[in-house]
């Protein structure tokens, strides 16, 4: 088992072998809570952490107020989920970035910054409660058409976006006029926060035209 701790420095933690890391259900993670930590984790496929109630990635926390600094606060770190991370409320700054093919496993996301880098070149995340898309990017990788050739990421919640949303095409990939994919679904329905969601397209001629549609 694993109490609440932080994860600080420049530190290594890997889940492997069909491994399950347990911690209390009222522990509090911090992972890169620094400005100059520099912090890896990774579960592997068949492995699970059970983080508990509360990780903070790449933001500050004060623990004798129960307090989440905002995205910009923390260190940098990486954590690569292709098992099973579960916790109640994840917190993601600046500084870090989440991918993986894996679950968050009844977990509520709140992204004010980093990067969430669903699937892995391509591959599908799943977030098993809300995502709170409030800054940062969601990276989206397109190398064609067919289900599995496109990241996806899942939501069994609800999604409220705010951040970028960033496609990037692969292996000599692109769309022809009307292609489409669905690369997001939330079970609670999309909201987005402003009334419409930024996004980007990287590696193309500055005259492609893309929309995204979230009826």
Known sequence: SIPGSSFEG???????????????????????GNVGDNVTVTIDADSSWFAGSTLVVARSYDGSTDTVGDGSTGGTASITVNGTLSVTNLYLGT??????????????LFQDGGTIAAGLSPGVLTIGGDYHFEGGALEIEWAGNESGQFDQLLVEGSAYLGGVIEFSFEDGFLPNAGDSIVFMEAKGGISLTDGDVAHAVIGVDKNFEF?????
């Open 211 to 215: 929309s995204l549609d979230f009826t």
């Open 10 to 32: 420049n530190s290594v933690f890997t889940i492997s072998s069909g491994a399950t890391a347990t911690s209390a259900s009222t522990a509090r993670h911090v992972v890169a």
């Open 95 to 108: 500084g870090g970035t989440i991918s993986g093919t894996g679950t968050l496993s009844e977990s509520n």
